[in-house]
């Protein structure tokens, strides 16, 4: 067996760095290296990488040491990484956590996991290909993520006959496209992960050069944020009450220290106390620092819950609605301004739409592009509209209380991060206006139930006609309704929106507003548009009261839309002459669990109608 290393001395410090690149850049054969030469591998594992050497190895006979790392089945068969891979080991002079990222462009949102918690980046370029283009946006997330110190790990550089003229062009390329990023110290080391050279010890293969190995600058060099240092920060994860005699507010500091006595206010209202106790399961403290779990109990009784942020009152963080941020979008559907997301910050997470894309970055020459949606692994500076105020900070200040992800509203995957840059001054500026008549004041008077009575179906499908004598069934009761057409509001409100798919995300969330108000004005109103996503429908939902939404999918196959064809746009769009039409080039999201759900195929329109009434009886909506 490999000798065992020693006990980590105390105070030695801990490194969090990765390795990212372009694909077979040597990133799992580096780490394998350092794995192998720190003398952390057991016999046993050295044994089973052998064996798996010859099954999937691409050393020849040589043991392939990136099967150290790659462990999934499916990386060993494809020689490539995909998962994020973490690493523990020590030297007598420090200890670390290496992160292994995948190289493939697919994967970038795994490179950006790893990314989000590593001091330091090491940047692996063949030293065969050069600087590309995957390698300029591993750069860019890496200064993006607030990572200032970069290992230019110029690799395989037996393959080019240990030249140092090209060495030195690959630095140049580099430090010619770095230039503008803030990187506090880009230290270049010519290497071979294979064969170890200049690995942990210099290699004599390279006379011409003379800087440190990549294990000796790990080692030495200084990294990391004081985060003690930093005004401090507690989002709260949880109101801890074990019993009626205690009540604490829980959570991880995300910067900064504290202190028994020490003054803190609520971040989002400004209430104000001093701490009275720091508590943890082994027992009160003194003072706590960043990175540690803690309940705090107050010397007076505060209004703070889950996704509140305990702040020093000094040096308190921006509480805004709206913000600026960087985005990495991570997700095969596209990013649309106007589309509802959920953000996570901390442990808050509230509703979100990308109000504006700013403009995208051009990874290759970091150059400002028009853009009206972000693409897989695409990067954006974005302006963001929230459903409720957060508190944070710029993500160079505080990673923890800067940082955040988007997610999907209906699958709740992980769509993109984003790291806010600054708030937006014309959220400050902006307050609501007190008025002494409210909705249910209004409603009262007219003696119904406000609701949107929301129509979605095909182009065809008879939402239009339905909605039209639901209007005038209730209108006959004396009911105050309006309807929201689809093609009257493109004549006015809506004009200036074609049918791309960002603009029918923008088309939606205009007529939701607009049906908000009149819900608030006391009306039923009716809505009669294809709103072929579901994230837009439920987006509307969201705007209203519990109960004052009613989706109505007229499910009318399309087969019987196209037979009607009422206005012949099926027709053009079989010829090429109408682009993004819904059925055809574009998709319809059918609902899932709709309220009502009409076929009009075999049944007259006056008869749907009738039975989208008799709901809203059966529901009290109307008497």
Known sequence: MAPVPTKPAAGRGLLRFLTCGSVDDGKSTLIGRLLYETQVVFDD???AVTRASRRHGTTGE???LALLVDGLEAEREQGITIDVAYRYFSTARRKFIVADTPGHEQYTRNMATGASNADLAVLLVDARKGVLTQTRRHAYIVHLLGIRNVVLAINKIDLVDFSQARFDQIVADFTAFAADLGFAGVVAIPLSARYGDNLTEPSPRTPWYDGPTLLGHLETVPVGQDMAALPFRMPVQWVNRPDLDFRGLSGTIAGGRLRAGDPVVVASSGQATTVARIVTADGDLAEADAGQAITLTFADEIDASRGDVIAAPGARPEVSDQFAAHIVWMNEAPLFPGRPYLLKAGTRTVTATVSEIKHRVDINNLSHLAAKELQLNEIGFCNLSLAAPIAFDPYEANRETGGFILI?????????????????????????????VDKQARAVIKGQKPGILWFTGLSGAGKSTVANLVEK??????????????????HGLNRDLGFTETDRIENIRRVAETAKLFVDAGLIV??????PFR?????ARDLVEAGEFIEIFVDTPIAEC??????GLYAKADLGQIKNFTGIDSPYEAPENPEVRIDTTGRSPERSAEEVVDYLRARGLVA
Do not use: C
Not at 535 to 539: C, D, I, V, W
């Open 473 to 490: 069934k209730l209108l006959a009761e004396g009911r105050h309704t309006y309807v929201l057409d689809g093609d009257n509001v493109r």
């Open 45 to 47: 594992h050295i044994d």
């Open 408 to 436: 999907d509203r209906l699958s709740n995957a992980t769509l993109g991060a984003g790291m806010i840059s600054f708030g937006l001054r014309r959220a400050t500026n902006i307050h609501w206006q007190a008025l002494d």
């Open 535 to 539: 994230s837009e429908r439920r987006m």
């Open 62 to 64: 040589d043991v392939d």
């Open 562 to 567: 196209r037979k009607r064809d009422p206005k």
């Open 526 to 531: 009716l809505v009669s548009f294809i709103s």
